[in-house]
């Protein structure tokens, strides 16, 4: 069928060209064989200019009609994925959000917490303010995320942020319907060993129950990629960051 059309439409486009560059040759190829008298019936110079306008007017609508037709092809034809933007290189496809309190280092696990896999790690100067992309990142945010639901760390002093007193980030993906509580930070001369605990809001009684640490890890795509913020004594320079176990976490490269 698409081929009948483009023979079609060649044709036609040859038969415009023809009565616009020779309607004289056209009218006597095509037309005068009708005529008892072709040479005394020949169109006048003044038919011939119309049948050229009419020829152009047909040339231009076929050109306008082939440029559109053909742009609503491109517009319709399958796009390629937009390259991966380079958080989404470092961190996964959603874009981490950042917890905005200053954390400070329980002694031990807590109860009725979960524990959340530790997927990466970065390093932060907070003093210089690198790598700039981490304080441009949008906020943790959770209506039930307070303090007194047990909410992390507490709010950093007016006019700073939590990651201008940090030296690394952590990610985790945690259930959207939790939040982190509490993290544990032990350092040597050769390592830094971390943990992370979510959990759901404190019992307005006080009292903790099973539906506390209600929370999935790493259930399903709708996990929030989350980078919480380390304080430590002294900057990391060559130490390891491990995870409580003494597993190595992977430090995620930035991409320029």
Known sequence: MTTLVLIVL????????????????????????SYRDPHTDEPSGSAYLLYRVVAAVGIATMVTSGILTYQVYLNNLPKPPEPPTAVELMWGTTAPVVVNRVITSVGTAPKNLVEQPILGYQVVD????????????????????????????????????????????????????????????????????????????????????????????LASGANVSTLIPIRLASPLKERQVLTLEGDTIREVPLKQ
């Open 126 to 217: 907070g003093q210089t303010r690198q790598p700039p992309y981490l304080f441009k990142l949008a906020p943790f945010a959770l209506d039930t995320a307070t303090t007194e639901n047990g909410y992390i760390g507490v709010d950093p002093e007016p006019g700073l942020t939590a990651l201008d007193t940090a030296e690394l980030v952590v990610q985790v993906k945690g259930d959207p319907r939790c939040f982190p509580h509490a993290a544990i930070v032990r350092e040597t001369e050769e390592t830094v060993s971390v943990a992370v605990f979510y959990g759901q809001k404190n019992p307005t009684d006080g009292a903790h129950t099973e539906n506390l640490a209600d929370c999935n890890i």
């Open 10 to 33: 060649g044709s036609l486009g040859v038969i415009l060209l023809w009565g616009l560059l020779a309607p004289r040759s056209q009218w006597r190829v095509l037309v005068s064989w």
